[in-house]
């Protein structure tokens, strides 16, 4: 069956840097794109950042721009984010999202804390 499964999520102080990974299985990961969102306490679920299959192309929110990488491996299925000069703001869920066509997986989230 279809899974992702995020990792690397943790409590880190401002400023900080962290790793994202998704892992993706059931489905032919080179032909989807792939995205991260993120939902904070309170929220809507916002868009972060998308990687074109197979992964040519990226694009980001405003909010990230310049701090977050989206790549992706697929060879090992993986699609991942690193994160740079982490903000408070930052704090959330993060998602990874498969998308083709009319067809989306989303992963159960891995928690960003940025706090002091």
């Known amino acids: 069956q279809v899974q992702l499964v995020e990792s690397g999520g943790g409590l880190v102080q401002p400023g900080g840097s962290l790793r994202l990974s998704c892992a993706a299985s059931?489905?032919?990961?080179?032909?989807?794109?792939m995205s991260w969102y993120r939902q904070a306490p309170g929220k809507e679920r916002e868009w972060v950042a998308a990687?074109?299959?197979?992964?040519?192309?990226?694009n980001y929110a405003d909010s990230v721009k310049g701090r977050f990488t989206i790549s992706r491996d697929n060879a090992k299925n993986t699609v991942n984010l690193q994160m740079n000069n982490l903000k408070p703001d930052d704090t959330a869920v993060y998602y990874c999202?498969?998308?083709?066509?009319?067809?989306?997986?989303w992963g159960q989230g891995t928690q960003v804390t940025v706090s002091s």
């Open positions: 999202k498969a998308f083709r066509f009319r067809l989306e997986y």
């Open positions: 990687i074109s299959n197979p992964g040519g192309i990226t």
């Open positions: 059931g489905f032919t990961f080179s032909l989807y794109t």
